[in-house]
């Protein structure tokens, strides 16, 4: 008993032997819990992942050019966080920033042939003038 005594005594004699653990326990789950949210959520402090800004469809047109891709993004985009997950921390954010830029890829092929249509109509109306 006498040894728990000493020990308790030593304790309240020191307490920054207690409370400095204590508070690098905090720091370390705190750090834990970062790491987590940015590597494998892609989210730091609560705030969401870049979002890329869509825009809805105009016309029946654009909702045809969507449909006549070949490639389900969705799937892709799927793949490239699952690369990212195994990859870790400079994986994930090299693999987000490739899925990005497979959605501006088609979203540039979507306005190509939104402006490839336009061109057609106008040539059609400047053949009819003439």
């Not at 005594?5 to 020191?14: K, M, P, T």
């Not at 501006?104 to 092929?109: G, I, L, R």
Request: with cysteine; charged share 30%.
């Amino acid at each position: 008993m006498k040894t728990i005594e000493a020990i308790w005594q030593f304790a309240l004699d020191n307490p920054a032997l207690l409370v400095l653990p204590a508070c690098a326990f905090i720091l370390t789950l705190l750090l834990l819990r970062i790491k987590n949210r940015y590597i494998n959520e892609g989210i730091l402090f609560r705030r969401s992942p870049r979002q890329h800004a869509r825009r809805p469809a105009d016309s029946a047109e654009e909702d045809e050019v969507e449909r006549d891709t070949s490639i389900d993004l969705a799937i892709a985009l799927r793949k490239f966080e699952e690369l990212g997950m195994e990859d870790g921390g400079s994986g994930f954010a090299y693999w987000h920033e490739v899925g990005e830029l497979l959605i501006q890829a088609a979203d540039m092929h979507m306005e190509i042939e939104r402006l490839r249509r336009e061109v057609e109509r106008c040539r059609a109306m400047l053949a009819k003038s003439h």
